[in-house]
């Protein structure tokens, strides 16, 4: 197993700025870090990011979102075909990074509401756009992950069970699916049943605790989850994903404006600390 961190603990851009935090993360003992990449024309940061991860020995992940002016399930043929463009475009940046999967809800607009739920149009234009983006993902060596969201931020996919059926149907071995604690924890009725439904796609777990706090310290069926992942022999990457309070880009969807922790390096540790004591258990 290999554990990471989500940057989005601690910003939602990458620049000069945070390049520092890719040492903590080291020191702090992670294996990858996982990377927003929204910023879609900025190749020359993202190489250089990409050579201090290579410095430090830090393997990749990277987060891709799109939004209503890119929606690769609208009516419009034209924002669909922007949407099926800029998941192409975001799968060239995680390439210059050396991320191996793009996880996010990229299957639709992040936050955008109809007022109902998917139509049998909508499943079949995200099903072909999905495809057109798989063989993009193919071609330059990245691994989706799709991520399905609760009903409040997402309409499209909101159990594991829909992505599941998206993965049957998109059928390609680029389109895989994640799995987030968070989500899951308000959607699924069965934690056990969710993720057996994912068995066959699974390629990668975020760890977040219901309140997007410190992973452990809340009302997640932990055990369950740890267990059956274990199970299912997932032995993949496990991801923390708690929400910083600078993330203009999120807060419109993630709503988080209160601090859940003491500090964003003790959510860290204590997260890692808790991912691994809960692994060490189960996995031999």
Not at 171 to 193: G, L, Q, V
Request: proline share 4%; aromatic share 10%.
């Amino acid at each position: 197993m290999r554990f990471g961190i989500n940057l989005l603990l601690w910003t939602d851009t990458l620049c000069d700025e945070y390049l520092p935090l890719l040492d903590d993360v080291k020191e702090l003992g992670f294996d990858l870090v996982e990377l927003p990449v929204f910023d879609l024309d900025n190749d020359a940061n993202y190489k250089k990011w990409a050579k201090r991860l290579d410095e430090l020995g830090l393997a990749r992940t990277a987060t891709a979102i799109r939004t209503a002016d890119a929606n690769p399930i609208s009516s419009d043929p034209e924002i669909r075909r922007r949407g099926i463009e800029a998941n192409k475009r975001n799968l060239d940046c995680c390439a210059m990074l050396g991320a191996e999967i793009m996880a996010g809800p990229f299957h639709s607009a992040l936050g955008e509401f109809t007022g109902r739920g998917p139509t049998e149009d909508e499943w079949k234009w995200g099903v072909e756009a999905m495809r057109e983006v798989a063989e993009h993902a193919e071609k330059v060596g990245v691994t989706l992950a799709i991520e399905y969201l609760n009903r409040f931020e997402c309409y499209f996919l909101n159990t594991a069970a829909d992505g599941a059926r998206f993965c049957r149907d998109v059928n390609h071995p680029r389109c895989k699916m994640m799995y987030d604690t968070f989500h899951s924890h308000i959607e699924e009725k069965n934690i056990p049943a969710a993720i057996r439904a994912l068995k066959d796609y699974l390629v990668h777990v975020h760890i977040s605790e219901n309140d997007r706090s410190t992973p452990g310290t809340g009302n997640v069926r932990w055990q369950e989850t740890f267990d059956t992942l274990h199970e299912i022999g997932y032995n993949n990457t496990m991801v923390i994903e708690a929400f910083g309070l600078a993330l203009d880009k999120l807060i419109p969807a993630t709503k988080i404006w209160r601090r859940m922790y003491e500090s964003e390096r003790q959510l860290a540790a204590d997260g890692l600390r808790f991912m691994k004591e809960e692994v060490a258990k189960r996995w031999k």
